[in-house]
Structure formats: C-alpha cells, structure tokens
C-alpha cells in the first residue's frame, strides 16, 4: 500500500522549458512534503519541502505546490537545465518522529 | 569528508552467508536512518535510531535483519542468512534531532546475493 505515488516514472523536458512533477499521497496525517534529487551511484540530496499549512514554497528554479485537498503535490523547475537530469524523489513526514516515506521516484531528463 | 560515509560500497555474498554494513553519520547528527532501495523503487524504511537506541524497527522485513549503533554515532546493519531477495542499494542517513524529514545520504552499500 503505496501512501507516497509517483505515477510517472519517466519525463522529457527540453532545456529552458518548464519541468513539472507530480506526486499524489494517501494518508492525511503528513506534515511535511519534500522532493529529494538522485544522480546515479548517489544518495539522494534534499531539494526542497513544504509544511502542510502552506501551499507554495520557492526557492530559485524550484518551487513545490501543495494542494492538500486533492492530497497531490508538483515540483516545478523553471527554466529546466541538463544538470537537474536526475531522478527526482517525492517524500512525506509526519509529527513524532518525521521518518519520511518515499514514493518511487521520477526520472528527468532535460535535453540540450 | 563531512558527509556520511558507508562501506563497503559494494558486497556481493553468497545466498546464506551473513553481511555486516557500516555507516558513519555526519558528526553531530542524533538521528540516524536505514533504507533500501530496490531496482526501480524508492527507498524503503528499514530503521531509525534516536541516540543509542532504535527509535523505530517498524520497517525492519523479517528477525534476520539487525542494527545497532552503540555509541550512537556509527552504526552497522546485520543481515544474516542471506536471500536473493536482499539484493539492493542499503542508503544510510542521518539528521540533526530537529529534522521535518531533511536527511542527508550516504552514497550506499550495494548488496548483490548471488
């Protein structure tokens, strides 16, 4: 029972272009919602979160969207590069001890 | 380096034979967290440790998974009787004791049971 889904394992953006990927959750109990990045033979780096009492958070190229009603997050990059070519991790936390759990990743690649 | 470090980076073993796989978190961080990750999935929570103790075992598939971290600094994760179906990437983690899900990774330890 999958509570963090990626349902897109894959996305093709054209460098310059916007890149917006989606993550949907089930268990309404999630506090914090984070996006992780991953190069291959990596762990995964911490990009960017957002608390559940906000709706937009942004940090340069990136911004994260909550919609908490429909239970479903994005990542937007704006404009996408070559170098965000990795796979990218939607994750959910919540009160106590915020392990996060982790959805099945989508894979980017920005093409040149 | 200041990151955190796991070894080996890669182990390839025997179906049965026992594995031992280290972390060394950041210097600070009371947190600390095991993963795996299979081909094609995110990572999956094994264990999370607050300090010395396992704050959280949940994940943990079966009794032939154990870890420790008796100092509360480096910690190994112990699998014994090794399976097929323990082949994955084990990431390590760790985090400051006031962490929303902010973890920072190790690069990972490999394990192929052939």
């Known amino acids: 029972d999958q509570q963090v889904k990626q349902n897109s394992p894959s996305l093709s953006v054209q460098e310059g272009r916007i890149s917006i990927l989606n993550c949907d959750y089930t268990?309404?109990?999630?506090?914090?919602f984070l996006w992780y990045k991953k190069y291959p033979a990596e762990g995964p780096t911490f990009l960017i979160s957002?608390?559940?009492?906000?709706d937009k958070n942004e940090d340069g190229r990136f911004t994260v969207f909550l919609n908490k009603s429909a239970k479903h997050l994005s990542l937007h990059i704006v404009p996408s590069q070559p170098g965000d070519s990795a796979v990218y991790f939607c994750a959910a936390s919540r009160g106590g001890s915020y392990i996060p759990t982790f959805g099945r990743g989508t894979s980017l690649i920005v093409h040149p | 380096g200041a990151g955190v470090s796991q070894t080996p980076s890669n182990k390839v073993t025997e179906k049965g034979k026992y594995v031992e796989l280290r972390c060394d978190p950041i210097?600070?961080?009371?947190?600390l967290y095991w993963y795996r990750q299979s081909l094609g999935q995110g990572p999956e929570f094994l264990i999370y440790?607050?300090?010395?103790?396992?704050?959280?075992d949940s994940g943990l598939p079966n009794d032939r998974f154990f870890a420790v971290r008796p100092e509360g600094s480096v910690s190994t994760l112990k699998i014994q009787r090794t399976e097929r179906g323990d082949s994955a990437v084990y990431l390590c983690?760790?985090?400051?004791?006031?962490?929303?899900?902010?973890?920072?990774f190790g690069e990972g330890s490999r394990l192929t049971v052939l």
């Open positions: 268990n309404s109990m999630f506090d914090y």
């Open positions: 210097s600070g961080h009371t947190a």
């Open positions: 983690a760790s985090s400051p004791l006031l962490s929303t899900g902010e973890l920072f």
């Open positions: 440790f607050q300090g010395t103790g396992a704050a959280d």
């Open positions: 957002i608390s559940s009492i906000k």
